[in-house]
């Protein structure tokens, strides 16, 4: 008999630690269930897929049949044990249909970043579209900073930073940016992390650790 359960798909944001220790998690799965498929989606990257599966939080973990029909799906973090006993549940259908979730909207948030006027930090407001319904406002107000290009403030980010990973502590925060070689020059390591720290105040982030590294040449 076939197994119920032919497909786990990992929904997650690219810089969630949670996400990546899921991930970790399912890979485990994978080795012991060796016809199951295992694959990850970025849910801040691959929104139409996000949008399709109607997924709602971050990181989602979704089981699916050999049709492709969604049979049950886990919100957070689970240990390996509790997922092998979840697929071994749905292989004896000891298990209820998979809830029926509403679509997906896109909203329009906003973020209050700081940017620098004359060395001096100032608050600007800007809009940002969440084409999915996964909220995750701590993350999205660090990428909403490094890519913010306002006429008349100074970024003290270049255009090439991106967010690779982000882990959050109780008020404490340690995040990690990704730039190009060739933007190295010139940067102000402090004054990126001062402005980062302003942003995240409003979410009740105390103090943060700045890690700069470069993409791999």
């Known amino acids: 008999m076939e197994r119920a359960v032919n497909k786990i798909l990992l929904f997650t944001l690219s810089a969630c630690p949670m996400g990546r220790s899921m991930g970790s998690v399912l890979r485990e799965v994978e080795r012991i269930f060796d016809k199951i ?25 979704m089981f699916l049949d050999q049709e492709g029909k969604e049979l049950y799906r886990i919100e957070g973090f689970q240990e390996t044990e509790q997922v092998i006993d979840l697929i071994e549940r749905l292989e004896r259908q000891d298990m209820d249909s998979a809830e029926q979730y509403e679509e997906n909207q896109a909203t329009l948030e906003q973020y209050t970043v700081y940017l620098y006027q004359n060395d001096s930090l100032v608050a600007v407001e800007i809009p ?5 319904s996964v909220r995750a406002p701590r993350i999205t107000a660090i990428k909403v900073q ?13 255009r090439s930073a991106s967010l690779e990973l982000v882990q959050f502590k109780g008020s404490a925060g340690d995040i990690v940016i990704n730039m190009k070689n060739e933007d190295e020059q010139g940067i102000d390591k402090e004054k990126m992390r001062l402005a980062l720290s302003k942003t995240l105040s409003h979410f009740g982030v105390a103090e943060i650790e700045l890690t700069l590294t470069k993409y791999p040449v």
């Open 128 to 132: 940002y579209e969440n084409k999915t």
């Open 146 to 158: 490094l890519q913010a290009q306002e006429a008349g403030y100074q970024n003290p980010f270049p």
């Open 37 to 61: 498929e295992l694959e990850t989606i970025f849910v801040d990257v691959q929104t139409e897929l996000t949008n399709q599966y109607r997924v709602k939080a971050n990181p989602t973990t």
